[in-house]
């Protein structure tokens, strides 16, 4: 397992410039997904145990089949910039539990929109060579202008030069959440598939459930492992 606690932040940063050499973004030729996954963190204030759930969903449906939940520790601090040497670790016990992983995995955070190109979801991409992407409800890095009040405008955001992702109005006159490629993914398709992934709420539905359950998780309602959700035939 992949520990992190006894890092200086100069490793750190050495390790995101290392992990940055391995993105890529031409291995989705299409959306043409049968699944997607959600993942998500959790944990009490002041503590180091970390409650982790990945969720995968049905797409285009967005039917949860299925859910991993892991405990995991940490005591690397939390560093903007930095969050996926806090929270990968615990992320990817969840991971390795599931015996058939989603087509694509979006994380509760940045992908390459941030200073290293090393978000949470670009670091879980580069380790486990799958396509993720983030979709984070702050801004990191990057300039962009606001987009329009209507659900769905979007403003792209510049940085190093290039586009890294988009501000994303998800519904009408709320603020935007900050979308971008972690890995495997490109810059447009990314911002697709959040549009596609969108249910009533701000927050796309793969995270947003992934957020209730590990919730859940923390609080007792349900236990470390996998769980499979029977399926209704019918609805595929």
């Known amino acids: 397992m992949i520990c992190y ?23 989705a030729e299409n959306l043409d997904f049968k699944t997607v996954g959600g993942a998500d963190i959790s944990f009490n204030k002041g503590s180091n145990q970390f409650f982790a759930a990945i969720v995968i969903l049905n797409f285009p449906r967005m039917t949860l ?13 939390y ?3 930095f969050l996926g040497f806090r929270e990968v670790p615990s992320l990817l016990k969840a991971w390795d539990m599931i015996p058939n992983k989603p087509d694509v995995l979006i994380l509760d955070g940045q992908g390459i929109l941030h200073p290293r190109k ?10 486990t060579k799958h396509l993720t992407m983030g ?3 702050k801004s990191l890095f990057g300039k962009y202008e606001e987009p329009d009040l209507q659900k769905y405008s ?15 109005r998800t519904k009408d006159r709320t603020q935007p959440v900050y979308v971008s490629p972690g890995y495997g993914l490109n810059v447009s398709q ?17 995270t947003r459930i992934a957020h209730e359950i590990v919730n859940q998780f923390r609080t007792g309602y349900l236990k470390e492992g996998y ?8 609805l595929f």
């Not at 606690?5 to 291995?27: H, P």
């Not at 949470?120 to 991409?125: E, K, N, V, W, Y």
């Open 227 to 234: 769980h499979k959700i029977p399926q209704n035939p019918e």
């Open 65 to 77: 089949q299925g859910y991993a939940l892991a405990h995991g520790i940490s005591n690397f601090p």
């Open 154 to 168: 979007d403003s792209p955001i510049y940085g190093h030069h290039e586009i890294l992702g988009y501000a994303l």
């Open 5 to 27: 606690d006894n890092l200086t932040l100069a490793e750190a940063t050495a390790i995101q410039n290392e992990l940055k050499s391995e993105l890529r973004f031409d291995l």
């Open 135 to 137: 979709c984070a409800k």
């Open 190 to 206: 990314s911002l697709n598939l959040i549009c596609k992934c969108m249910g009533k709420y701000r927050i796309p539905e793969p």
């Open 79 to 81: 560093i903007p910039g």
């Open 118 to 127: 090393m978000g949470i979801a670009s670091h879980f991409g580069v380790l």
